[in-house]
């Protein structure tokens, strides 16, 4: 029961061109009226025919974001988490391909019996009851859902979204819900001016489909005077004050909810949706923008991967990097390195001007190699290392292979044939041959040995991180690496499986099956991060005097 409360509900769409920062725009809102004092929850809906992005690769999609509960969601969810303090879970992403699915799968057990199913009114019902959900979460004590609606206005594949939204705003009633439209403002240089027909015409056809947007966020590189802002109201119908400047940030993207706060938004939305709330309370916003201003040094980090070629794909772990370097007041530098360009030691060399590496998770053989020489390099060189999921399972076959001299050791994705499958599938894994939602995903509990560097990190010695993959250390080989010097220094609480791995003999060594990047936010930067940063920061310092 809500009694007299309503969830209100908050639109953003996007328009002109793709990669408007709509995630960030969405997410800074969050943070805004969270600060108000507001519960909030964040939905993104993708417009693609795939149930999940789970099985996109990472250049086409970016990477894919694990939740507490397991689901593989989209990559605006980890900002949602990190700009705000709540918890995603699977019902706050979904497709296109998750809707058609579940309406074929009521048709088929009969539930439209008689009726022909269509677009209007069947998918948008289903939209709309998959939107309300987000609000109805909690027993219903969400007071305001931000619901991001991915694509731009004017795609083919977008538009039952915003029929089901159309529909919904007339549902909801006017104070309880609010269109933000997202747009690009470009500088021409040719003329010196700041153009607004692309906005104009995108308005337009928001307009055509029934959605008149009531606040316009402009997306630009410069500041829009307010001429300009006079003329986009006039242009497309919003009221004065309504048009807010969203340009470009000099140093990080947490300097957004700052930037919109002072251009009032969030004023205007509690205004807008008639909330009566504390004004906004940012000053954890204000402590992280100015250390990423001014921060008292800088540390300069590798990762080896394999997606090198866009950072869309390692987006959590970026962030992570930059929190940790926020615990240690230093700027994190991050220099990509394809690992197929590191087959051969001597080609690791330019690695010793590096204060930290790292290899980050990954699928399929390429690269592997040169991933396990850096390690090495890592170990012998006394780098700061960290490892993280496929790096963790590289990390214990570089040490079989060096260490326990147990040759030709690997992992059984790489080679199946291996003689010592350090790293292998569990026998509940060789069963499943579907390749969607199939791997070990989401949290699960992991123990800590007493006085290892990671209890001393997590000041704790049980924890919950997040997973997303099939293949383990093998428990056979677990006494042998153990007795060669590597320190399981996490388990699964009954004991089966390694979970972290660290060497007490180096200055800074460790890897983790599960990925603490998810769980990393600006103001609770994660403890792991924080450790390797310091790490980095500490040889950088050893190697100036
Ligand atoms: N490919 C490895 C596995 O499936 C590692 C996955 C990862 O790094 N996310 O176990």
Known sequence: MQGFRHTKYIFITGGVISSL?????????????????????????????????????????GEVFVTDDGAETDLDLGHYERFTTVSMGRHNNFTTGQVYDRVITKERAGEYLGRTVQVIPHVTDEIKRMIRRVGEEEGGAVDLVIVEVGGTVGDIESLPFLEAIRQLRLELGHQNSLSIHVTLVPYMRAADELKTKPTQHSVQKLREIGIQPEVIL???????????????????????????????????????????????????????????SRSAELRDWQRIVELGRHPAGEVEVAIVGKYVDLKESYKSLNEALVHGGFANEVRVNLTFVDSATLESSACCAPLAQVDAILVPGGFGERGVEGKIQAIRF??????????????????????????????????????????????????????????????????????????????????????????????????????????????????????????????????????????????SRPTRPHPLFTGFIGAAARRRQGRSC
């Open 21 to 61: 920062g709509k995630g960030i725009a969405a997410s800074s809102i969050g943070a805004l009226m969270e600060s108000r004092g507001l519960r909030i929850s964040l939905l993104k809906m993708d417009p693609y025919i795939n149930v999940d992005p789970g099985t996109m690769s990472p250049f086409q999609h």
């Open 218 to 276: 402009c997306r630009t590189d410069r500041p829009l005077p307010q001429s300009l802002k006079d003329k986009i109201c006039l242009f497309c119908n919003v009221e004065p004050g309504a048009v807010i400047e969203m340009r470009d940030v000099e140093s990080t993207i947490y300097e957004v909810p700052l930037a919109l706060q002072r251009e009032r938004l969030d004023d205007l939305i509690a205004h807008r949706l008639n909330i009566w």
């Open 378 to 519: 890592a170990r012998e060189q006394a780098i700061p290392f960290f490892g993280i999921c496929l790096g963790m399972q590289l990390l214990v076959i570089e040490h079989a292979r060096h260490l326990l001299g147990l040759e030709g050791a690997n992992s059984s994705e790489f080679d199946p044939h291996t003689p010592h499958p350090v790293v292998d599938l569990l026998p509940e894994q060789r069963a499943v041959t579907a390749k969607g939602a199939t791997m070990r995903r989401g949290a699960y509990p992991c123990r800590l040995l007493p006085g290892s560097q990671a209890a001393r990190l997590y000041g704790q010695e049980e924890i919950a991180e997040r997973h997303r993959h099939r293949f383990e250390v093998n428990p056979e080989y677990v006494d042998q690496l153990e007795a060669s010097g590597l320190v399981l220094s996490g388990r699964s609480p009954d004991g089966r499986l390694v979970e972290l791995v660290e060497r007490p003999d180096h200055p800074w060594f460790l890897g983790c099956q599960f990925h603490p990047e998810f769980k």
